[in-house]
């Protein structure tokens, strides 16, 4: 059983050995999403797959069906790119999600059972004996003029009613980030870039081992993204969600420019860029594997 107690204020733990550390891999699903296996136990962020269509970039083979190990899935938030293939995902594997009370009405109208849901609030601090995993929240990144100015007409271009049937009914609600111990190594997850330097450190999030921003969402997320990991200041910062996951509404970042900046405003602090579904360790991530 998931024990919840409140939550004022995250301590960081150092890293303990490589062979400690490694007991935990990671694979990039594309989006938010990662499949993430700790001491035998399958845990999901965000899983995104079936519905990633054709056209989305890099191509994801995957599917809800392959994730049938999994024992707990936790979401970001309701967004569809998040949340699409969560149902699919629970049916076929029987594991539990972990999220707000907003993503647990739209799983619900899409067939989730009751029972199969823990809603969140943020500041839960969840033992489930081989890790911990600890929750804020946040709010959704705003799309700027720029960016909805450059991303209309692309759609407008390609407009499909099915690709409107695919994104709608599923508001966001509040982002829950996720910072998980993994027996001494520590992770933060992000699922949309809401929060600002000042508020992540008043808020605690500070000193991880491994911080995993998305850059999506803003014509200046790669500078928005670097200034909020300097503010975090991890040991090795993964950026995610850069693929072009639902053209053409979405499109690929950039992310030499945010490595760059990253270099700038904290050079100590190691850069990993994920392949889609490449299994990898945190040795790999932290740049300390032999």
Known sequence: MTIIISWVKVIPSPVAGGKVKDQTTFQWLGTAGFRICHQGTVL??????????????PVQ?????????????????GHFDHIA???AVVEGSGADVYCSAVAAETLERRGVAPSKIERLE?????????????????????FDARLIMRTVPRVLKNFDRDLLKQISGMPPGPVLIYWFDFGG?????????????EEAVQMGIVGPDIFMPPLQGHSHICSMAARLTAAV???AVLPQHQDDFFPPVSQSVELLPFKAMVAKLLPECAYYEPEINREFTASEIL????
Request: glycine share 10%.
């Open 185 to 197: 190594l520590s992770v933060v997850h992000m699922g949309s870039l809401g929060l600002v330097p």
């Open 287 to 290: 740049g300390t594997s032999n």
């Open 122 to 142: 943020g500041g839960e601090a969840l033992d489930f004996g081989s890790f911990q995993v600890r929750t804020f929240t946040s709010e959704h990144i705003v």
């Open 233 to 235: 200041h991890p040991r």
């Open 44 to 57: 999901l962020i965000d899983p995104y797959l079936d519905s990633r269509g054709e056209q989305a970039r």
């Open 61 to 77: 083979p995957l599917r809800a069906r392959d994730m049938a190990d999994a024992s707990k899935v936790f979401l970001t938030h």
């Open 85 to 87: 293939d969560v149902p």
